[in-house]
């Protein structure tokens, strides 16, 4: 079939992407991938408190239009008779009754029960932010898997010949004409085939990678099961109000027909988890099959595991970790993953869990980090606080670790650390300060991109110069 796209190609030289070598590839596109549900979760973490507050109640006063006044004596009058509506009666029909009962003769009553009415039956407005941010998160995978799909071809484009016997010619004479060159055809083909793609099922995307890669979804951490519902789910919240569909309920047993299936803090919150360790495992596997240097995926996957392991992500890091293990991983690294995945493991199940595994963890022979990590992770406080002050003479243990490591959280809920105070204080300042210089970085180049636009040199209209306050001015970045 003829391309759509087949005249409009860009030159490859032009295109960023296809000028970067495999690897640096994959490095960035995985980079991207990151930080993008960074955003998405930090968007969702941020929001969802004002989200929360969208469908409260409030005040019955907020009610009133602005100019309305009502005095001290009305208002409690209203107030006791609302008090005054026992605890089992009470819900939207009794408290609209009884508001219009006690401000029937009152010219600002109407408005103050229809505003109160509208505030208890207008629509819940959470679910839609929450909806929305799933929404979101399903497409910012989707995206993803496309990118990997593109990869794949541009690093063996032999597989571009492999199309079903039913398919019809995908260029003509004349297509390739226009096109100018094979690596423009090539290139075509590319974006034809990922398109159709990502026009299928999520179970196409998981044949797709498993009949070509030899990659299963059902292996990359998440189960397969738990990330089809949240893209059924997704596809519920689109094409059917957030209903469970007759599709829904077949994929997802023992809900019905019609349930509501739209989400809430909690589930957007794991489902935003949930997809970032398939995307992320899903990309380090790809990643695996073409490189002849995995040092950079060992690099990526331990960066993303740690920083969540900092943030107390225990779920997100642990199969970050596992996969990690799998790697071509130096000693030292070994021990660091074993060490990490008690420690999300701990997290997540407590310590009893793990003690067995840990006590009987053999560290004679090793460096007395290890040694610390032990003690660290059985919360055995009276041996790691003993090991500080060597450690620290021996440069092994550092203000950053004392200050950011997840083994050494049980150590800065002991009051014992603030023998380590100032070392401590001087890495965070140190940190302040690097911040800070980044800070006026990024200022810097504002106002040189200002500059470059134009912007920075027009001047504000003398009159607007003399309606700015002085709160308007610019604050230092210090």
């Known amino acids: 079939m003829v391309s759509n796209n087949a005249s409009s190609a860009s030159a490859p030289e032009n295109d960023p992407l296809t000028s970067l070598t495999l690897d640096d590839r994959f490095e960035y596109s995985g980079m991207d991938f990151t930080e993008a549900f960074d955003a998405l979760r930090e968007t969702h973490t941020e929001l969802s408190v004002a989200a929360s507050k969208l469908d409260r109640l409030g005040s019955i006063w907020d009610s009133l239009p602005p100019g309305v006044e009502i005095s001290v004596e009305d208002r409690k009058r209203v107030v006791s008779a609302l008090q005054a509506i026992p605890e089992q009666e009470f819900g939207p029909t009794t408290l609209l009754d009884t508001l219009w009962e006690v401000t029937a003769e009152d010219p600002w009553g109407p408005m103050l029960a229809m505003g109160a009415m509208k505030k208890f039956y207008r629509p819940a407005r959470e679910p839609i932010f929450h909806g929305a941010m799933l929404i979101s998160t399903v497409a910012q995978l989707e995206g993803h898997l496309s990118t990997l799909a593109e990869n794949y071809y541009r690093a063996a484009p032999a597989a571009l010949h492999d199309v079903p016997k039913e398919a019809t010619k995908e260029f003509s004479l004349k297509d390739l004409q226009a096109l100018g060159s094979i690596e423009l055809a090539v290139e075509s083909a590319i974006q034809n085939r990922v398109s159709k793609l990502s026009f299928g099922s999520l179970t196409e995307w998981r044949r797709f990678f498993k009949d070509r890669m030899s990659i299963d979804f059902a292996d990359l951490g998440t189960p397969w099961d738990v990330t089809l519902e949240i893209f059924e789910r997704r596809h519920c919240l689109v094409h059917s ?23 809430d803090e909690k589930y957007v919150t794991e489902a935003i988890d949930a997809l970032e360790v398939l995307g992320t495992l ?197």
Not at 242 to 256: D, E, H, L, Q, W
Not at 329 to 358: C, D, F, P, T, Y
Not at 406 to 430: C, F
């Open 241 to 263: 109000e957030g209903r469970a569909s007759a599709r829904y309920t077949k994929t997802v047993n023992g809900v019905s027909a019609n349930a509501d299936l739209r989400p």
């Open 282 to 478: 899903l990309h380090a596997s790809v990643w695996r099959k073409f490189t002849k240097t995995p040092d950079e995926i060992v690099s990526q996957i331990e960066s993303t595991a740690f920083s969540a392991l900092k943030e107390g992500r225990w779920a997100f890091s642990l199969p970050l970790y596992r996969y990690w293990q799998e790697l071509p991983l130096s000693n030292q690294e070994q021990m660091m993953a074993r060490v990490n995945i008690w420690l999300a493991r701990k997290g997540i199940e407590g310590l009893e869990a793990i003690r067995e595994e840990v006590e009987a963890w053999d560290v004679s022979g090793y460096d007395d980090l290890y040694v610390f990590a032990k003690a660290c992770i059985l919360d055995d406080l009276d041996e790691a606080f003993a090991m500080v002050t060597p450690l620290i003479e021996r440069d092994k243990l550092s203000g950053a670790d004392l200050a950011t490591w997840p083994l050494t959280a049980s150590l800065r809920a002991d009051p014992r650390i603030r023998e380590y105070s100032e070392l401590v204080r001087g890495y965070l300042a140190t940190e302040a300060e690097a911040s800070i210089l980044a800070a006026e970085d990024r200022l810097e180049e504002d106002v040189d991109e200002a500059h470059d636009a134009g912007i920075a040199d027009a001047p504000l209209p003398a009159e607007d110069l003399a309606t700015l306050p002085e709160s308007s001015a610019p604050p230092s970045p210090r």
